[in-house]
């Protein structure tokens, strides 16, 4: 197993759904060398300084997390034996109290608690052999607390850096019925660029504001307080490796600029709110954090808000998190504040911009108003949506017309567009939610007028606007495809930045690794097991073949104990499957160093060594002409066409296949397995190879349900020796 190091420079940050992509921007304005986003966090790296600074000034991270190993954990057992391997003494001393954060199950550990007791017994276990004392337990309030992540047979072993959630800065002892985390307030205001306003001179109001913790937020980003000066302490002060003058220094420049941010002129910022005893706790808060001189806020009803006239105040943001419905009183009962809402908006604040955070969206349509801007964001394990609007130029409707959408009123083409969006999103809903699929093809030219493919990246989505027939006029086109920009923001419910747009035609030849773009952001998504790496930017192709999304388990599921070889590779995304299900070894072939090197991130993505998984640049059939190992799961899944010139010749599927299987299955060994698959529509398997092999035609046990209006998008056989 991996070594631990007390110089590691890898970390990774949780975070709230939704906020990834701020979350990588603030790491690294904070000095992070590079950031990769993933599901509910991100991974980025430098050096401990940058761990202290995150873990001080993030306002939008739950954990900072230090990785120190992964280990094999097939058992109880092997779990127990593997953590008792590692020098413990290195990183904490025995008379420090611990707790275990564990997560994930498999075959044998199928209970989280059962996880984290092995884990404490070896750790403990560990001390006690080393003639040490027994480390205490204590859940509550440790001084080191570990993060074990188990997945399928590997657990993930991090220290938390942070030592508890971010989230809490220490200002807030007592929160409302239904509490605002203090890092999703940030990440409200973060969307609605209230750095900017406060900037340009600008007030912030909130006329729902509860316990105040978006008032507080917006203030300590206004006067540059770091949100974690009122900590008590921090998990990374309990470890050996704590470098404490370091530490100071990076304590002492934070304290300084909020003395400093203090004395500056700060913006207007008011709450307001109706209950007396909601009041109280926010002046409570408020005091704990000393900011009285910046925050006020009084008793008063939304009927009754008005902008104030002490001084002028010609621009800001109102925000607010009014109640849901969900939590605090029934939906019906609600329509009338948030109407009350939006009048007082359109009222008192017009030329203003405005954020409200809710999670249901009819409520959101009761303000009357009209947002340009949707984000989805979660509150916990609450999905919710946080609507921007602009109050310059908006009317207020009568309740019940629409009112919330992502631009300008559709037309009848863009309205029938996003019908059917929002139609195959309900159809496939379920087995979405059932086999936790985060990327999924939603929308396959279903309509030929828009011949374009829609697939779904988790939050963000992926347009191919497919090149159209000479026939059709290209201005009719560029229509066309401008009525899909309009209808999806609002059909989805995401932010228009969060859609990427591409024009696909037949490529041939290099032109398939031919850059869109140079932006170089790969996103981190999530196939059963897998973490892999795509970009939606800067080639045709993301990285990620999603008609191929069963084949992949497939092979996951078969590849334990075996030697897999992936032929024309791609970017890897099926060898880190065969990697993860236990295959005893993978070789990956592939003629493009763009893809070999994707792969090579995909591995690191995954915490797999090259040792095991051989990459090799060459021609497939060149390398299969010379090959001596021999192998017992093959994934071979040629192009339609190529004509690289680093090729002795073009290379055409149909033409070709029958030499390409026949080299394939003679380092297949006796009673392994080959998959071969292409994407050549109207392809017809050579019957000779029929009559040579037991040939299966498994095309549409491989169609996922997303695919199913698409079935020759794909062809895929089994085959074995006879």
Request: net charge positive; glycine share 6%; with cysteine.
């Amino acid at each position: 197993m991996p070594l631990i190091t007390a110089d590691t420079n890898a970390w990774f940050a949780t975070c709230p759904k939704g906020v990834e992509s701020l979350l990588a921007h603030e790491l690294s304005s904070l000095g992070a060398e590079t950031t990769r986003e993933t599901v509910a966090g991100v991974h980025f790296t430098g050096p401990r300084a940058l761990a202290y600074r995150a873990c001080l000034w993030s306002r939008l991270a739950n954990r900072v997390l230090w990785p120190i190993a992964q280990l094999d954990a097939q058992d109880g057992d092997s779990l127990y034996r593997n953590m008792k391997d590692i020098d413990w003494g290195r990183i904490f001393s025995p008379q420090k109290t611990i707790t275990i954060d564990f997560s994930g199950e498999n075959r044998n550990i199928r209970n989280t608690q059962f996880g984290a007791q092995r884990s404490k017994d070896a750790i403990v276990d560990w001390f006690v052999d080393d003639g040490a004392q027994r480390p205490s337990v204590d859940r509550a309030n440790p001084d080191v607390r570990l993060n074990i992540r188990l997945v399928r047979d590997r657990a993930h072993l991090s220290v938390d850096f942070s030592g508890g959630s971010l989230h809490q800065r220490g200002y807030r002892l007592q929160a409302g019925v239904a509490p605002l985390k203090e890092n999703l307030a940030a990440a409200v205001l973060l969307r609605a660029d209230w750095p900017g306003v406060a900037a340009r001179g600008g007030a912030l109001i909130d006329p729902l504001c509860g316990s105040a913790t978006l008032l507080l937020e917006g203030a300590m980003m206004a006067a540059d307080i770091a949100p974690g000066l009122g900590r008590k302490r921090f998990g990374f002060e309990q470890l050996l490796v704590h470098d404490a003058p370091q530490w100071q220094a990076i304590l002492s420049d934070a304290r300084s600029r909020a003395e400093r941010g203090r004395a500056a002129q700060l913006p207007e910022i008011r709450g307001y709110d109706w209950d007396p005893a909601v009041i109280r706790r926010a002046q409570e808060n408020i005091a704990r954090i000393g900011l009285e001189k910046v925050v006020r806020v009084s008793c008063k009803p939304v009927s009754e808000l008005t902008r104030p006239d002490h001084r002028p105040l010609p621009f800001g943001l109102l925000v607010c998190n009014p109640p849901y419905g969900e939590r605090i009183g029934e939906k019906e009962s609600l329509v009338g504040l948030y109407r009350q809402l939006g009048e007082a908006m359109i009222r008192e604040f017009k030329g203003w911009h405005a954020a409200v955070l809710t999670s249901d969206l009819d409520l959101g349509k009761a303000t009357g108003l009209r947002s340009h801007k949707r984000y989805a964001l979660f509150n916990g394990k609450l999905a919710t949506s946080l609507l921007l609007f602009d109050l310059a130029d908006n009317e207020l409707r009568d309740v019940g017309k629409p009112a919330v959408d992502s631009g300008p009123v559709l037309s009848a083409g863009a309205t029938m567009f996003a019908n059917r969006i929002v139609k195959n999103r309900k159809r496939l809903a379920s087995w979405v939610k059932r086999e936790n699929v985060e990327c999924y093809r939603l929308y396959d030219a279903d309509m030929p007028e828009y011949s374009v493919a829609v697939d779904v990246y988790g939050q963000y989505v992926h347009v191919a606007e497919y090149q159209a027939p000479k026939s059709i006029d290209p201005e009719a086109a560029e229509l066309r495809l401008d009525e899909v920009r309009a209808a999806l923001p609002a059909a989805l419910g995401i932010a228009a930045d969060n859609i990427v747009y591409k024009q696909r035609s037949r490529q041939r030849g290099k032109e398939q690794y031919r850059r869109q773009d140079s932006r170089g952001e790969l996103l981190t998504v999530q196939e059963g097991d897998a973490r892999l790496l795509v970009n939606l930017h800067d080639y045709l192709d993301t990285g990620l073949f999603l008609d191929h999304r069963p084949l992949r388990l497939r092979i996951a599921q078969e590849a334990k104990g075996k030697d897999f070889l992936n032929l024309f590779c791609y970017t890897g995304a099926a060898t880190i499957h065969a990697a993860l299900g236990g295959a005893h070894s993978t070789t990956s072939v592939d003629l493009s160093n763009t893809y070999l090197n994707w792969l090579r991130k995909n591995l690191a993505a995954n915490a797999l060594e090259e040792g095991r998984h051989t990459v090799i640049r060459e021609d497939c059939q060149s390398w299969l002409a010379r090959a001596r190992n021999r192998y017992d799961l093959i994934l071979l899944d040629p192009p339609s066409f190529s004509n690289s010139k680093a090729m002795s010749d073009s290379f055409d599927v149909q033409r070709d296949h029958g030499e390409l299987v026949r080299k394939s299955m003679a380092v297949l060994r006796q009673k392994g397995q080959l998959y071969f698959s292409n994407n050549l529509r109207g392809f017809a398997l050579d019957e000779s190879l029929q009559e040579e092999f037991l040939c299966e035609d498994i095309t549409t046990a491989t169609l996922p349900p997303d695919f199913q209006r698409n079935r020759k998008i794909h062809a895929c056989w089994a085959i074995r020796h006879k």
